[in-house]
């Protein structure tokens, strides 16, 4: 099992550490982009969408886009279609709205088992959320409101709390709050700068740069 979790995605002083992960060069590494956390998002709040693919264009990839959406009611095309990359990509935007698509979808089977053949759970923000075992008390930080079924369990990758942007000056004291809030849950919570990410694999997890 292969992780890879992140607040921006992939940090430029990173992209090594990335490729090693995937056991490929950039060239070669078949990356799925999954941008449907941020689909509820305004125009003027969707910079960073592509930003993103800027980011991963820049060291070497060429992700494929992808819509969750296409695929309601299709589970099997959707795992086939996934079977075929050596990266799935989850970015940011709201978590619980992001949660909400993947439980209709159907990927909450899908994901342990191409973890099981090799593939990459690559999060940025949202998807490194709920990657974890619980959404509670991220409301402080995204709406409910986005998300027509709210779902508290998260995917459950991981046994730990991943919490995202840990060192953005304009959420900080509110991620405080919500770390302190996250302790009493009796999970291990992980904090992430921005410049940092967690990689996990085969079980252990290390703090990149530590």
């Known amino acids: 099992m292969k992780l890879f979790l992140s607040s921006a995605l992939l940090p430029p002083g990173l992209r090594s550490d ?3 992960l995937v056991g490929k060069p950039a060239a070669d590494t078949r990356l799925v982009l999954i941008e449907n956390a941020a689909d509820l998002y305004p125009p003027e709040k969707r910079g960073f969408v592509g ?3 800027e980011e991963l264009i820049s060291a070497g990839l060429q992700p494929t886009i992808l819509d969750l959406r296409e695929y309601i009611g299709h589970p099997g095309q959707l795992e086939q279609v996934l079977s075929q990359f050596d990266v799935m990509c989850f970015s940011g935007g709201n978590t619980f709205y992001l949660r909400h698509l993947m439980k209709k ?9 191409l ?5 990459v759970y690559m999060g940025g923000s949202a998807g490194t ?3 974890g075992p619980t959404l509670k008390f991220f409301e402080a930080m995204d709406s409910l409101d986005q998300a027509p079924e709210v779902i508290w369990e998260g995917l459950g990758l991981v046994d730990f709390i991943p919490l995202p ?3 953005t000056p304009k959420y900080q004291e509110g ?3 919500l770390r302190e809030n996250l302790l009493t849950l009796g999970k291990e919570v992980v904090t992430i700068m921005d410049d940092q990410v967690i990689i996990v694999e085969n079980n252990v997890q290390r703090i990149v740069p530590g």
């Not at 979808?105 to 088992?113: K, N």
């Open 129 to 131: 959320v709920v990657a």
């Open 105 to 113: 979808v159907g990927l909450e089977p899908i994901i342990p088992r």
């Open 115 to 119: 973890l099981e053949k090799g593939i």
């Open 175 to 177: 991620l405080e709050r």
């Open 18 to 20: 990335f490729l090693k």
């Open 51 to 53: 930003r993103n693919e």
């Open 165 to 167: 942007h840990w060192n």
